[in-house]
């Protein structure tokens, strides 16, 4: 990996522990957080198309 990719990583990276530490904190396992969160993707679909809202 190099240092561009590694840096784009980070945010990311940051993010994701971030949850997992208020999904610990809730008493949730991160297994557990997981199935829940693969379950509401097959049901209501993913964030596949990226689309995000540039003004509101």
């Known amino acids: ?3 561009n990719e590694a ?3 980070d945010e990311p990276a940051d993010l ?3 949850a997992c530490a208020i999904i ?3 008493g949730i396992s991160i297994k557990e957080f ?3 969160r693969l ?3 097959k049901e209501r ?3 596949e198309n990226k689309l995000f809202v540039t003004k509101c």
């Open 7 to 9: 840096q784009s990583l």
């Open 34 to 36: 997981d199935k829940l």
């Open 39 to 41: 379950e509401k993707n």
């Open 45 to 47: 679909g993913g964030l």
């Open 16 to 18: 994701s522990e971030v």
């Open 1 to 3: 990996m190099n240092t």
């Open 24 to 26: 610990e904190y809730k």
